[in-house]
Structure formats: C-alpha cells, structure tokens
C-alpha cells in the first residue's frame, strides 16, 4: 500500500506565496513522476505541475513563470512553489504520483487527500 501526505495549504494573499510539500511512503519500488492538480467546487481536476523522476518537468500555462515544482528522490517528496498568487489560484491542490509498488510489473496512480489554498485579501 503507498500513501501520500501533503502539507503546506492555507491563506495566503494575492502576490504572496505558499510552498506545498507531498510525502509518499509504503511498498515502493519507484516513483515514475509526481505532480499536483488542483480542484474547484463543480470543476474538473486539473494538471499543475509535474516532474519526472529524472526532473523533467511540465505545467498549465496558467501557473508557468509563477509555480516551481520540484522532488527530492531520496525522500520521495515533492514541493510545489507557488509565488505571484491570485485569486484564482484558490482551490484544493491534489498530490499525485505514478508508483511501482514493490513485487509489482506496473505503475499505481495514487492521491493525496488534498490541501486547500486560498488566496484573498
């Protein structure tokens, strides 16, 4: 079983910043990519950022030059910078990661719980 658990969600004002952090733990043999989406009440889940266990790295236009993803392989963790935020960043921010289990041939797409950010004056 693999678990992911995400911090760092909250208040933050418009031009501010937040930093998420995603954790992944349990019966991992390798983690292929890990990303975040995010979600709006009666919307559809959406690509934010992702990256590669080589660092390759891919975003929705809406965040590149403000959002930074990045991961520490050692920790199986993943960080999503958000600087220059605004108002319609608001949303629950989802981990996600492309796993392979251990004793398994192929990948699990697992979820976090999700952390909510908003961002208002």
């Known amino acids: 079983q693999v678990q992911l658990v995400e911090s760092g969600g909250g208040l933050a004002q418009p031009g501010g910043s937040l930093r998420l952090s995603c954790t992944a733990s349990?019966?991992?043999?390798?983690?292929?990519?890990m990303g975040w989406f995010r979600q709006i009440p009666g919307k559809q889940r959406k690509l934010v950022a992702m990256?590669?266990?080589?660092?390759?790295?891919g975003y929705a236009d809406s965040v590149k030059g403000r959002f930074t993803v990045s991961r520490d392989n050692a920790k199986n963790t993943v960080y999503l910078q958000m600087d220059s935020l605004k108002p319609e960043d608001t949303a629950v921010y989802y981990c996600n990661a492309n796993v392979i289990p251990l004793g398994k041939a192929s990948t699990l797409a697992v979820w976090g719980q999700g952390t909510l950010v908003t961002v208002s004056s």
């Open positions: 990256i590669t266990s080589d660092g390759s790295t």
């Open positions: 349990g019966s991992i043999h390798s983690i292929i990519a």
